[in-house]
């Protein structure tokens, strides 16, 4: 951190829900010194066009994200595993609305 | 011999036209190259507010003020979208505004050319915005995902900006003699730093090689160059102006319009600090913000008050 007279607040990550009933997503960052300004910032910035009818900011420092090196085993498309999948069962002949 | 793999699979995800992501390894010219361009851009969407920010209180109409409000916000905002992709980089907020003010990172030359009619609003957002459309959009697939995703918010928004302008052009254009006279001037005024908004041709580009193989850049400023030609001389003809080159013509095998030789001259003098306003533009970003520096501080006062409480409580 540099010095208070430069200091432009922490970094926030935005998250806007475009419609009720839809997940919110990720819309970028702001910087804010605190929670409502991140919010108000965040209003101003990312929804000037009815983008959304709900935000959610999180300090940026309290996500935790998986690491590039790590994605081979942790999104592994399990291709070995096609019993996770509803194509997988063969279906008695004539059954319907399964 | 770490690096020789690292270097292959990030171009391998680079010609798989996939995106990099802050976290992916990536070669540091590469992360020197997007730091200088997202910032360059970044500082031009916010040194940019100033030519209209001048006209705020002489728009002619309620209307035309509101407009011009909401524009400079877009601008505003466009700016802070692309220190945020920036600062992905690894490079603070501070240092980015710090390295405006010290002159080691510019912003676009053509913020340094005076808007002293109304009808320069109007060629701003038709010429400078259109021709700023025309790059923005080719960077939508630039490979750094978080300018990539920056350029398509701003393009959603921009295009606005191009046809507020050009409808004050039409407007005027349609005018009494002297209205017309006055969009006429804007257009010879602007129409050439607009087209050095591109950049050198490519044969002189110092920053175009790697980031074409890196698809930091998706095609270059003689292609975006041309592209906002050829757009823009029809839009010229239907509010009845003309384009202040008289060796622009139709080439009908090519299927573009050739164009006069831009003057590097005058392009190398702006860069170089020595345009109409380069120093006005400056002094005025280093005075808001050391004006602001109490606020910066209220507000961090503020928020370690409020930490304290919840400890205490």
Known sequence: ?98 | MENVNHLEKFQAVIDADSKIEPKDWMPEDYRKHLIRQISQHAHSEVIGMQPEGNWITRAPSLRAKLILLAKIQDEAGHGLYLYSACETLGISREELIEQLHTGKAKYSSIFNYPAVTWADIGAIGWLVDGAAIVNQISLQRTSYGPYSRAMIRICKEESFHQRQGYEIMGKLALGTPEQKEMAQDALNRWWWPSLMMFGPHDTDSPHSGKAMTWRIKRESNDVLRQRFIDKTVQQTEVIGLKIPDDKLKWNETKGVYEHGEIDWEEFNQVINGNGPLNKIRLANHISAHENGAWVREAANAYAAKQKKEVLVA
Do not use: C
């Open chain 1, 1 to 98: 951190m540099s010095n208070t007279k430069d200091n432009q607040g922490q970094l926030w990550e935005v998250f806007v829900q475009a419609s009720p009933g839809i997940p919110h997503k990720h819309s970028g960052s702001v910087h804010a010194t605190d929670k409502e300004m991140a919010l108000q910032n965040a209003r101003d910035l990312y929804t000037r066009r009815s983008e959304g009818t709900s935000i959610w900011v999180v300090p940026s420092s309290a996500i935790v994200a998986s690491a590039p090196e790590d994605s081979g085993m942790l999104f592994d498309p399990s291709n070995d595993k096609p019993y996770r999948h509803p194509t997988f069962y063969v279906m008695p002949e004539g059954a319907k609305n399964i």
